[in-house]
């Protein structure tokens, strides 16, 4: 605890007290306000190593020591206010689930160059054009043109 | 978890101890068992021995309405199924057998109706005192035979085939056209193992291109060799064959060819898997989300019974339905597949010609006043009906009071000649029922091509044919029957050689027990009908076709509306009605002459399709197709049969008879029947064998009561009746299926 009170007192001297609340804006402290589950995050994360932060802002955290086994290794998202499991790119997925001891950092190299795709998280109910539309469906693309019959069209004779 | 099912089972409503009381057969025979510890040759050994003997169950009843006509008593034989006694014929198999005791075997390759294979091994048996398991679909059943059915052995070897049978066939169920219709599926739920034990690479298929009728996936296919038989046996064709041995072995056709077959549609059906399946229909729709409605097609004269499959406003797709009478289990190739014509080329609204030429649409309200005056103008004699080739019989009888009330006896139906003779009923129907064609020894076709004029007709002929050697001549142009026959002439002249006894064909004629004499409807356009008809009932006289016990003067008729119009009185009075017509009420006719129309003739079409007659109409009214509507049709055999609406109509329009009765009203002579119940007891007082629906009402009067007559013939040969077989209606010429069928099909 004392270690938090010192460090909090040494980044106000040093960035000032404006700009040190805006990083604490920035990191979501704020949102630990009415988000129990970053809260949480945050209290784990005092002590933890930081292992590496991706390209979309999360950070991946390690504790060995003082920390159940299967808790040794977390994230704390970068979006703070709409994150979820599908935000992890593949390659950092593995060592957070524990499959591999490579940090994603490493394993990025093995990323094919040539027809490997960005990652992009899963926008499954983010909106109307994220929702699939099994094919019957009146909102189906490929429903939309649907005519029941298609009539006769009088022409000139 | 037993808990929550003792508690269900509780709260249920059908009494538990009837569902498991012994006295229930569905329960016995359709519970399914994982028989995992069978898997041991010991285990099973150990618990076919360990069974108790099983008490005599009680009679169940025959699988599908199976029959068994035993002709005479010494003839019948006694075999034990499971122990119940059964009595059937001689000649029957084990299969049969069981089927006649109500055990339902299950089976791949074996079909009533075609040959014998015995290659799926899945009908096994045990039968007491037979080393090893028996093919129940092959084995002919023995008296005193013990057959089991419901015994481990069975069970085992059923499993076991299964296991086989699922060795090289793909599991993509869910991307199958066939998944749930599919008996593999079915019969690996009831009959499989729970688990597999396959590890190898399953093999692969080149598809086959059979044409745009049937799609194949070849990797499917257990090599039933259903398809096979069929192609060979019903629909006569030699396309399809089994190519190598063992597990290279296919189906295909030779070498790249399509199936030319008007019956192709049929191995859609019969395929157990998804090897064979509806091309038009691929993909589009799963069998639980249809809603099937059982009616009829109108298509030929035939009127197969089919079932209508729709989805929502949708017509998905036409499978057959089973009539022994009429169609069997097959249809034609044009029935299946020409529901695609429904949704293409529709009229919807009520439309009038402008003086500019351009149809503009309108009310119904206007519409009917502006025919209601115009019909006021000409002389009534003037006023012209003609009803289409697939009228019913309601709005035929509509439009011929309507027009009576308006003062013409003008009406007719496009198909029968402009003068036709309706007065003996046996002068236009098949009076040897289509059943009945099987008990012919020879078979004269008198300007009728059976193949593409009334395919199922041919399937007949051809089913006697291939079982009892009938003999087959016909006269006309040259056609490609797929049976053997003798072309004896093209046109009147073999006929009047025939008649006079002059022909070599006519001993066998003279010869033959039940001649039936097949005449095309094709001949009633011909202005030498009558001598024609006089010469081939000389021909039946001198045969000795028209007996009590056997009547072989037959008319194939073309359309669906003939009969019924004829049966109801649709005659002209006079011959030149079409030339001199001022007002012309088309009621569907696509097919009739029009260019005798003279340029000031009113013409007013109701139809359903912008087919040939809407290029000459001034005003159209829309009405509804047959899968709209309820009607009834009279086939070419002289049954009447009713369709059933299975979607909704489109757009604005109408029942036919509803329009007649809507017009009348407006025109200011109002029909007395404002329902279908009231316009069908109007059709009791002029046919009422109408109203007696799937039953044949046979014509009573022989043809032999006619005055003789001697009238000039013709020599000009006979003309084929049906040019394209794939487009013959307004439905079926709108239709893509068609379109691409005539494209690849006919093409020779």
């Not at chain 2, 649409?361 to 005056?373: G, K, Q, Y």
Request: charged share 25%.
């Amino acid at each position: 605890m004392a270690s938090v009170v010192k460090g909090v007192v040494k980044a106000i001297r040093e960035k000032g007290i404006r700009n040190f609340f805006n990083v604490l804006i920035e990191d979501g402290y704020a949102n630990c306000l009415l988000d129990g589950n970053l809260l949480q995050t945050k209290i784990h994360s005092i002590g933890g190593k930081l292992v590496g932060v991706d390209q979309f802002g999360n950070k991946y955290y390690e504790k060995i020591e003082n920390t159940q086994y299967g808790r040794h290794r977390w994230v704390e998202y970068g979006d703070k206010s709409r994150y979820n499991a599908s935000q992890v790119p593949p390659e950092w997925h593995g060592w957070l689930h524990f499959i591999t001891d490579h940090t994603g950092d490493e394993l990025l190299m093995l990323k094919p160059k040539r027809y490997g795709v960005a990652h992009k998280q899963n926008y499954s109910g983010a909106g109307d054009e994220y929702i699939y539309h099994s094919k019957g469906h009146a909102l189906n693309p490929g429903q939309r043109d649907w005519t029941r019959y298609q009539p006769w069209q009088p022409t000139k004779t | 978890m037993g808990f929550f099912v003792l508690r269900a089972l509780q709260r249920s409503r059908t009494p538990l101890s009837r569902l498991l009381s012994p006295q229930n057969p569905t329960f016995q025979s359709r519970w399914i068992t994982s028989t995992t510890d069978l898997h041991k040759p010991e285990a099973s050994a150990a618990a076919a021995s360990e069974a108790p003997r099983p008490e005599i169950p009680p009679p169940r009843t025959p699988v599908g309405g199976a029959r068994v006509h035993i002709s005479s008593p010494e003839d019948a034989i006694e075999v034990f199924v499971d122990g119940y006694p059964v009595k059937i014929p001689k000649g029957m198999t084990v299969l049969q057998a069981c089927e006649v005791a109500g055990v339902d075997i299950p089976r791949f390759c074996y079909h009533s109706r075609l040959s014998i294979a015995g290659n799926c091994r899945m009908c096994l048996v045990e039968v007491e005192k037979s080393p090893k398991p028996v093919a129940s679909c092959a084995m002919p059943a023995l008296p005193g035979m013990k057959i089991k059915t419901n015994t481990p052995v069975a069970k085992k070897a059923r499993e076991g085939v299964m296991e086989f049978l699922l060795m090289n066939h793909p599991l993509d169920c869910p991307i199958c056209d066939q998944g749930g219709e599919c008996d593999l599926q079915d019969q690996s739920m009831a009959f499989g193992s729970d688990r597999g034990r396959f590890t190898e690479m399953k093999r692969s298929v080149v598809d086959k291109n059979l044409g745009p009728l049937v799609k194949t996936v070849m990797t499917r296919c257990i090599q039933c060799t259903r398809c096979v038989r069929f192609a060979t046996e019903v629909a006569g064709v030699q396309d399809l064959g089994m190519l190598g041995r063992g597990s290279g072995e296919e189906i295909g056709t030779y070498v790249e060819k399509l199936m030319t077959s008007e019956l192709s549609g049929n191995v859609i059906d019969i395929c157990p898997v998804g090897a064979l399946t509806s091309k038009p229909f691929a993909f589009k729709a799963r069998n639980w989300e249809m809603k099937g409605t059982e009616t009829i097609d109108v298509t030929d004269a035939v009127g197969s019974n089919i079932r209508v499959d729709s989805r929502g406003p949708e017509v998905m797709r036409v499978v057959p339905r089973l009539n022994e009478d009429i169609n069997e289990e097959w249809i034609s190739d044009k029935t299946r597949f020409f529901y695609d014509g429904l949704k293409r080329q529709r009229l919807n609204d009520p439309m009038i010609r402008g003086p500019d030429g351009r149809f503009k649409s309108v009310s119904w309200r206007d519409a009917l006043a502006v025919v209601a005056e115009v019909m006021h103008q000409v002389k009534p004699e003037e006023i012209v009906g003609i009803a289409g080739q697939l009228s019913d019989a309601e709005s035929m009888i509509a439009l011929k009071d309507f027009l009576n009330k308006m003062g013409s006896n003008n009406v007719l139906c496009e198909g029968n000649g402009i003068h036709p003779h309706a007065d003996l009923r046996s002068n236009f129907l098949l009076n040897t029922n289509i059943g009945g064609l099987e008990r012919a020894d020879v078979f004269l076709l008198v300007g009728s091509q059976p193949r593409i004029e009334a395919p199922m007709v041919n399937a007949r002929i051809r089913k006697t044919v291939r079982a009892t050697h009938a003999k087959v001549a016909y006269i006309g142009p040259p056609t490609d029957l797929n049976y053997d026959h003798q072309h004896l002439g093209e046109g009147p002249q073999t006929l009047l050689e025939i008649a006079e006894g002059r022909h070599p064909f006519c001993s066998t004629l003279l010869s033959a027990k039940n001649p039936a004499i097949i005449i095309g409807a094709g001949i009633f356009e011909r202005n030498d009908r009558d001598a024609i008809f006089a010469a081939v009932e000389t021909i039946a006289k001198h045969s000795k076709a028209i007996r009590p016990d056997w009547n072989g003067f037959n008319v194939l008729l073309l359309n669906a509306a003939q009969a019924a119009a004829l049966d109801l009185g649709l005659i002209p009075e006079s011959k030149n009605c079409i030339g001199s017509a001022k007002f012309l009420y088309l009621m569907g006719a696509d097919d009739v002459n029009l260019e005798g129309v003279s340029n000031d003739a009113f013409v007013l079409y109701q139809g359903h399709h912008g087919d040939r007659s809407v290029y000459r109409a001034n005003i159209i009214f829309p009405s509804s197709a047959f899968t709209e509507k309820e009607g009834t049709y009279e086939n070419t055999e002289g049954c009447a049969q009713q369709t059933v609406p299975a979607v909704p109509t489109v757009g604005d329009a109408r029942d036919d008879w509803k329009i007649v009765r809507a017009l009348s009203e407006v025109a200011g002579s109002c029909l007395p029947y404002d329902s279908l119940a009231a316009i069908r007891a109007r059709i009791r007082a002029v046919a009422p064998n109408l109203l007696s629906t799937d039953e044949r009402e046979p014509a009573t009067v022989s043809a032999d009561v006619k005055p003789e007559f001697q009238y000039n013939m013709s020599m000009s040969g006979f003309k084929s009746a049906v040019e394209n077989f794939y487009m013959t209606d307004s439905i079926s010429r709108a239709s893509k299926i068609m379109a691409q069928c005539s494209a690849s099909l006919l093409k020779k």
